[in-house]
């Protein structure tokens, strides 16, 4: 097994950082490295906000769901989808100009730009975790970024086609800490060749045999799909996300500009 495969078996997501700065050089790899990710067009569709201030780290950790260990990541990187950059050049082009003489609208961006920009943020952002841990820096996604929408479009000062679809708490791995290493599903429930294909009940039965070892009585349930709509898709989280996305989404609606 080569080193690369080997990075991405061991690797957890870490929630308890070694209390040490990220040194600027580690750093500017996990950046760099972010940066040399497949984008697009080579339009690098995102943008990257490194966040080391403590009193955003602690309204981040409030704001993303409440989660404490947020704040004590002693680098956070905010990847943003982000269109506004290119049409800030396309103003300094003249593109609109262009587009008149043309007889050709000229609109902004769309909800089809904001996936794509999405897409290319998230990539950037495998890199960046991949890099980190080769040098002995964990990290943890928190998709909880998208909720409160118009609260971290003020802290960040985000214009109107931006978009923060992924936050890493990052640090370095503390010197006792235990891999624990979460069950994949069979990649035959996941992985299909040529077309999609829905489970039928049985393979749901078998997929999920080893999950849900748990009370379900006491927590209100019957089995583990109802136990995890509670605690994720119909969560008070997902609600706010959901509500946050939709206002977010006003934004790119390819308006003539």
Wanted: glycine share 4%; charged share 30%.
């Amino acid at each position: 097994m080569n080193d690369v495969i080997r990075t991405l078996e061991e690797r957890v997501s870490l929630r308890k950082y070694k209390d040490l700065p990220i040194k600027e050089e580690d750093l500017d790899i996990i950046i760099k490295s972010a940066t040399k990710a497949p984008t697009a067009g080579n339009m690098q569709l995102y943008s990257i906000i490194v966040i080391k201030d403590e009193e955003t780290k602690k309204k981040l950790s409030i704001t993303c769901d409440n989660q404490s260990f947020i704040s004590k990541a002693p680098v956070q990187l905010l990847f943003l989808a982000d269109m506004q950059r290119w049409f800030d050049y396309y103003d300094y082009c003249n593109v609109k100009k262009m587009c008149k003489e043309k007889n050709i609208e000229y609109n902004g961006p769309e909800e089809a730009d904001l996936f794509l920009a999405c897409c290319d943020a998230l990539i950037a952002a495998q890199n960046a975790v991949i890099a980190a841990e080769f040098l002995g820096i964990g990290s943890c996604y928190i998709g909880d970024i998208m909720e409160n929408y118009e609260v971290h479009r003020e802290i960040f000062n985000l214009p109107k086609w931006t978009f923060p679809v992924a936050l890493l708490a990052m640090g370095y791995y503390p010197d006792d800490f235990e891999r624990i290493h979460r069950e994949r599903f069979d990649k035959k429930y996941i992985v299909f060749n040529e077309k999609y294909r829905r489970l039928e009940n049985q393979e749901f039965k078998e997929m999920f045999k080893n999950r849900g070892n748990m009370d379900y009585e006491k927590l209100g349930v019957e089995n583990f799909g109802q136990f995890m709509y509670l605690k994720k898709t119909g969560a008070d989280f997902s609600v706010e996300m959901a509500r946050s996305v939709k206002k977010a989404l006003e934004n790119w609606k390819g308006e003539n500009i």
